[in-house]
Nanobody, 125 residues
């Protein structure tokens, strides 16, 4: 599975960005998709994930309703809509795919099998 993330950039605090991650190489609808982020000097942390059909989603506690994950299986793409951005959201954002046969959503990055290259999100205060 190849994952290509895009949509990062520089935005002012309070602004919005929409990240996209296009997948290829495997039936997309059989993958649980996740977003993680990593700030300089920090561990890579879970942001959000979405199940096969797009109905089941899960978020990190710090999201507090600001972010929304979605997917379009016809386009083999997963999205992360980020609103009310804060300076502490500055990080490299990675999309990841989990090929678990139960379709369960996990927060641990070690459960994910495939990773994209990351896209930089910088929020200026």
């Amino acid at each position: 599975v190849q994952l290509q993330a895009s949509g990062g950039g520089l935005v002012q605090a309070g602004g919005s960005l929409r990240l996209s991650c296009a997948a290829s190489g495997r039936t997309f609808s059989s993958l649980v998709m996740g977003w993680f982020r990593q700030a300089p000097g920090e561990e890579r942390e879970f942001v959000a994930a979405i199940g096969w059909s797009g109905i089941e989603t899960d978020y990190a506690d710090f999201m507090k309703g600001r972010f929304a994950i979605s997917r379009d299986n016809a386009k083999n793409t997963v999205y992360l809509q980020m609103n009310s951005l804060k300076s502490e959201d500055t990080a490299v954002y990675y999309c990841a795919a989990d090929n678990n046969w139960r379709g369960m959503i996990f927060h641990n990055r070690h459960d994910y099998d495939y990773w994209g290259q990351g896209t930089q999100v910088t929020v200026s205060s």
